[in-house]
């Protein structure tokens, strides 16, 4: 990862890289980052800090729980969490196992027209949730699971899947041919194949996949927003906003506790899989 | 699997080696979810807009009376050319930021691994949640931002962020370049780094200046990504829902509604399907435009790759 | 100690035969001693055939001919190469074997097997690859354990063999590494250990030392070639250098644009090649072509170069006036100042050991190597003669050899 002009670098005077490089991008990153601060800041101060006309309102004089204490106790919020965790974690397991199935056929079985499914996977990938959200929820009621995590756990899938694949594809080409026909010669079968070489190979892919597909889910709106309407069966996002937010009196207090939490569990599995969430964003768009 | 043994396991080996069957087999649990919960309701809301489906009823085919009716709305003419101005600013301000920031990281830097990975935050961060800290910080009475420009003396009064048509979109579009610029900036950084610094070197051998290394090596290699990117930034852009929704649900007077939230709020909050559908059918031919841009900047990219240094 | 040399490999596996109470060596079958039943079990008795043999095989991709109808016999315990320029079919030709290709006609047997539809897993044969295909997952002994894990050996008999393996390749202390800690010889031999465990009836080599620096390129083939003594164990070997065919063939299968030139032991296509395609490829410096005319006289037949040189032939066929291609070997050629073809000096190349001197003769590039250390200089004039009996005469429009007795030929 050097730098593209390592080497030359002693050409650039200080004050020279202070102007056309530290400045910007020191306002890029306040810029950036400002609104997570403000959103701190905001779910620590109570309520009279919040409202009050005088005062720095860059800092909170008296932090209180107050507002996460009334989002985890007065609210459904906690079991908010928990739908969205439970759809996340079983669609993009599900997604993930139908994706390496399928991206193994398409890429390394090479039946007939294996080149004309990889074109489809990309397009389904391009396919918006926006222009879909109508007729899924004619076809969730349909099939009596409208309002029910069912309901999100087998939409979701939809966007997973021809992401996931596509992904999965870009890493299953990695990996050469050569080491499939010294196990097929080895005597391995073509599950044995995927199981016992091309899987344990393809674990960086894995993790791309399955951390990015579990943030998609996490984040979804638009199919809970439709599909669900019962605060039991909410998921994060949609719960915020549509439950906390009371008439014309905002609880920014807790509006900005519960987007905090909510965003919480990916930013922590981002800390820990930055490389492999980057490396899943790149793929996907490079591949 | 299918071992040694009898007759009747090798015979179902013979077949799970078979690839054609294999391959189907392999195929059939995404094809099934994919054409049933994809393929199937993307042909379904097509139909939908022919027809005056209403939540609770099948609706029955009316042809081409909901793009007619359409035409002739002032609202959905209105979100329309929203959506239009709402993707090309956004879309024209993200590239130009993104690349920006790209250049900036591709420098040599302490801790860069670790500024890019903050710097892809607020991409990660569920899109609601994050507007729902614009909502706060563009409120009428209380907005951080007003405060701020009040005390420098540049203005005396509150902004109205979200009050004034103008103003309101300006607003959803910097909290869409917000979002955006992150994905953006790390894709074309991923793409930067895979160009070769002896090319670089080169050109400073021949006599390049920062600024023609930057035109005619930096931008030529980088095209194909930036093609790819910029197609999946616009179709992003171009669907968007959820920003509007919760900053201004199309408001005020309308100003900010999208093809999107105008299709939600007539198919799902006003219960008229048909009527939702047509409007999210009339996106189909925009995407597909972006589609194949996206699909021939691989083509590009694949042809440049085979003479490519790599 | 990063590679042993051959002759204690030879030593240690001699060690290892004696002490299992075998004869050390010779007999054309002696790793048919392992105890073994092959994947499938119950085909034991196989170990005596394990010849392989192609009848008219042909590969076609669609419209495109890439194997047109190739016949190759290989001996039970025969070391064979496959040669030829890259894009002739060779390791097309290999994969066949394996079963990694389909054939489109004709029929390949190993043993007294016809194995057309017969999966890789199934033929019992052994390949090693030109990257070495090793799995980056798993540890040396896993690599080489994997095939016997897949037939399900009990565990002692697994790690008996890979250990065996392992003590006669020099691998011992690297068993429990991956494969990216290895330097490219260990890997090769992890490769070749791999191949080695499963005593198939027949290992085939894709390649297997192009990856290689060319110092340890030299060694391997040795050891390869050492390896093949002990065990027999019938090989088909695919290369484009033909310089390994030579060196460590039994027999050299020439290919070219997807057939067989010629096949046969290496110094017999050396000194009597079928074609002008074989004489130009064995042997390095390549042999030098001169175009050449036929004429009748009435004491007999003669090779004319330009207008200078007549060569006496006998017994060709061929009418008078015919074009020739007249071959002669670098090494072949005898440098004077009177008589002979005159050629101009283009360079002079001092290795050593000998001195090879390129120059033009009758407007043809020819290269000639001398034990002499001459010191010509570039643009001066030379004679050159070719050997008496050291030439071969093509006929120039098909290229086939002619059957000729050069009457001076002993």
Known sequence: MSATDDGMSYLQSLPRRVVTLYVPLAVFLIVLLFPFYWMVITSLKPDAELLAADGNPFWVVAPTLAHFRKLLFDTAYPRWMWNTLQVSVISTFLSLAASVLAAYAIERLRM?????????????????????????????????????????????PTFLIPFCTWLLMGYFRSIPFELEECALIDGASRWQILVKIILPLAVPGLISAGIFAFTLSWNEFLYALTFISASENKTVPVGVITELVEGDVYHWGALMAGALMGSLPVAVLYAFFVEHYVAGMTGAVKE | MAESGSAAQGHRGRLLDNREFLGALFLLPAAILLLGLLAYPLGLGVWLGFTDA????????????????????????????????????????KFALGLWLALLLNERLPFKAALRAVVLLPFIVPTVL????????????????????????????????????????????????????????????????????SLYEAAAI????????????????????????????????????????????????????????????????????????????????????????????????RWQQGGADR | MAVSLPGALLARWCLVRLRRGEPAGGASNSSGSTPRAGPEGGRGARRSMASVELRQVRKQYGQ??????????????????????????????????????????????????????????????AMVFQNYALYPHMSVFDNMAFSLRLAGRPREDIQRRVEEAARVLGLGEYLQRYPRQLSGGQRQRVAMGRAIVRAPQVFLFDEPLSNLDARLRVQMRTEIRELHQRLRTTSVYVTH????????????????????????????????????????????????????????????????????????????????????????RPEHFVIGS?????????????????????????????????????????????????????????????????????????
């Open chain 1, 112 to 156: 007939r027209g294996s080149r004309t499914l990889g074109i489809c996977v990309f397009l389904a990938y391009l396919v918006p949730p926006s222009i879909l959200f109508i007729p899924l929820a004619a076809i969730t009621f349909q099939l009596g699971i409208f309002d029910t995590r069912f309901a999100l756990i087998v939409t979701y």
């Open chain 2, 54 to 93: 209403k939540v609770g009823s099948s609706g029955q085919w009316i042809g081409l009376e909901n793009f007619e009716f359409l035409v002739g709305d002032s609202v959905f003419l209105l979100s329309a050319w929203n959506t239009f101005i709402y993707t090309f600013t956004a879309s024209v301000i």
């Open chain 2, 130 to 197: 994050s507007a729902i800290a614009f909502w706060w910080l563009y409120d009428a009475q209380f907005s951080v931002l007003s405060w701020t420009l009040v005390r420098l003396g540049l203005i005396d009064h509150y902004i109205d962020f979200l009050g004034n048509p103008l103003l309101a979109r300006c607003s959803v579009i910097v909290a869409n370049v917000w979002r955006g610029v992150p994905f953006i900036a790390i894709s074309l950084l991923a793409g930067l780094q895979t160009i070769a610094p």
């Open chain 2, 206 to 301: 021949d006599g390049a200046t920062a600024l023609q290394k930057f035109r005619h090596v930096t931008l030529p290699l980088l095209s194909p990504i930036i093609a790819v990117v910029m197609t999946f930034s616009v179709l992003f852009t171009f669907t968007d829902f959820q920003l509007i929704w919760v900053l201004t649900h199309g408001g005020p007077l309308n100003a900010t509604h999208l093809m999107t939230t105008l299709s939600y709020q007539r198919g799902i909050s006003g219960g008229a399907l048909g009527e939702g559908a047509a409007i999210s059918t009339a996106m189909i031919p925009f995407l597909l435009l972006a589609v194949l841009f996206s699909y021939f900047g691989l083509q590009r990219r």
């Open chain 3, 64 to 125: 495109t001919s890439v194997i047109h109808g190739v016949d190759v016999g290989v001996r039970d315990g025969e070391f064979a190469v496959l040669v030829g320029p890259s894009g002739c079919g060779k390791s097309t030709l290999l994969r066949m074997i394996a079963g990694l290709e389909e054939i489109s006609s004709g029929e390949i047997l190993i043993g007294d097997r016809v194995v057309n539809r017969v999966p890789p897993k199934d033929r019992d044969i």
């Open chain 3, 241 to 328: 250098d033909q310089i390994e065919a030579m060196t460590m063939a039994d027999r050299i299968v020439v290919m070219n644009l997807g057939r067989v030139e010629q096949s046969g032991a290496p110094l017999e296509l050396y000194d009597e090649p079928a074609n002008v395609f074989v004489a130009g490829f064995i042997g390095s410096p390549a042999m030098n072509f001169l175009p050449a005319r036929l004429r009748r006289t009435p004491d007999g037949v003669e090779a004319v170069l330009g207008d200078a040189l007549g060569l006496p032939l006998e017994g060709c066929e061929l009418p008078d006036g015919s074009a020739l291609t007249l071959g002669v």
């Open chain 3, 338 to 410: 009177g008589a002979g073809l005159p050629a101009q000096v283009l360079g002079v190349e001092p290795t050593g050991a000998d001195t090879q001197i390129f120059c033009r003769v009758c407007g043809t590039p020819v290269t000639v190597i001398s034990r002499e250390r001459h010191r010509f200089e570039p643009g001066g004039m030379i004679r050159l003669t070719p050997l008496p009996g050291k030439t071969y005469l093509f006929d120039a429009a098909g290229g086939q050899r002619i059957p000729t007795r050069d009457p001076r030929r002993g």
